[in-house]
């Protein structure tokens, strides 16, 4: 049987505390749409239509750090960094290596990702996990 490449690819990191979304993103290929297209008002229809170049990848980016809104085009090499960021076995330096603002969630000591419910706010305006590492 023939394998069939994936057409979307879409990523959920979940708290290791409480198995809640701690980021997701979504990769749409060329020439497609993000897979809530169809469920999008019209304005954000036509903000998209404006924004979206059909030869580049496609990314939504939501988390409790960082979020791109609708999305925002990128260039096939951007999708391959994420890719292996976010391979198997994922730690803090593999997903620190795909530059997303707020790690997905990942706590640099314990190596795992928290979501904003079990990361705390400090007085300096950084972030501590439940283990007490600040990040």
């Known amino acids: 049987m023939k394998q069939l490449p994936a057409i979307w690819l879409v990523l959920h990191v ?3 505390m409480c198995k809640a979304q ?3 993103f979504e990769f749409t290929p060329p020439g497609l749409h993000p897979l809530a297209f169809s469920t999008w008002p019209p304005s954000l229809l036509g903000l ?3 924004q979206r170049d059909p030869a580049r990848w496609w ?9 791109n ?3 925002e085009n990128i260039a096939p090499q951007d999708v391959h960094r994420y890719r292996e960021a976010f391979g198997f076995p994922r730690t803090f330096t593999r997903v620190r290596s795909a530059d997303i603002t707020g790690d ?3 706590c640099p000591q314990c190596d795992v990702p928290y979501c904003a419910t079990h ?10 996990c439940p283990r007490g590492h600040d990040a």
Do not use: K, N, Q
Not at 59 to 67: K, Q, S, V
Not at 119 to 128: E, L, Q
């Open 14 to 16: 979940v708290c290791t």
């Open 22 to 24: 701690a980021a997701r």
């Open 48 to 50: 998209y239509a404006r």
């Open 59 to 67: 990314l939504i980016a939501e988390g409790d750090i960082h979020a």
């Open 69 to 71: 809104g609708h999305g």
């Open 104 to 106: 997905a969630g990942f």
């Open 119 to 128: 990361w705390h706010a400090t007085a300096s305006g950084r972030r501590r």
